[in-house]
T-cell receptor
């Protein structure tokens, strides 16, 4: 069955290093979301795209985070340089259409920055 | 800013007991969704409510959307160990055109 895939599933890196997380949305879904989940902050929306265009990245720290969709089958989230406070689980989700349709989440990337 | 509050934060019940989690928004929602996240897993969509006062059921789960479309609840009858996880509500706000997730209620079930 169709699923959102994310790579890597786990990433441990040292402070200052660049981290790139990748997401493959469900084929045909035109809206892609990036979320960050921590115990303290819960599930936060970082950015989302529709038809590959960024619509909202207000939840993303601009100085170190960047999100792109090079094509319809790939979304990337980069952190450069990474900091220990970036340690979290990063989820990608996709949806079909615009508006409040159900979101399909990927398995997440668990990032640990030491 | 726009917020969706969820209570309680945790609930620990004996298997067979009922469970309810409540969701409240500071602004009117055009609709509300509920998701379940198993420990170590990812959020999975359960249901969406759109109409004022709407009630939907899925087996032992009952979802309600308030008349003013500012609050919602999820009730589980006779919990089972398979119900363990965190339940999130997520409200859609036309003004911001995005889904705002509540903080979640973590359900633990004692067998």
């Amino acid at each position: 069955d169709a699923r959102v895939t994310q790579t890597p599933r786990d990433k441990v890196t040292e402070m200052g290093q660049e981290v790139t997380m990748r997401c493959q949305p469900i084929l045909g879904h035109n809206t892609v979301f990036w979320y960050r989940q921590t115990m303290m902050q819960g599930l936060e929306l970082l950015a989302y795209f529709r038809n590959r265009a960024p619509l909202d990245d207000s939840g993303m720290p601009k100085d170190r985070f960047s999100a792109e969709m090079p094509d319809a089958t790939l979304a990337t989230l980069k952190i450069q340089p990474s900091e220990p406070r970036d340690s979290a689980v990063y989820f990608c989700a996709s949806a079909l259409g615009q508006g409040p349709y159900e979101q399909y989440f990927g398995p997440g990337t668990r990032l640990t920055v030491t | 800013g726009q917020q969706v509050m969820q209570i309680p934060q945790y609930q620990h019940v004996q298997e067979g007991e009922d469970f309810t989690t409540y969701c409240n928004s500071s602004t009117t929602l055009s609709n509300i969704q509920w998701y379940k996240q198993r420990p170590g897993g990812h959020p999975v969509f359960l249901i969406q409510l759109v109409k004022s006062g709407e009630v939907k059921k899925q087996k032992r789960l009952t979802f309600q959307f308030g008349e003013a479309k500012k609050n919602s609840s999820l009730h589980i009858t006779a919990t089972q160990t398979t119900d363990v996880g965190t339940y999130f509500c997520a409200g859609w706000m036309d003004s911001s055109y995005k889904l705002i997730f509540g903080s979640g209620t973590r359900l633990l079930v004692r067998p």
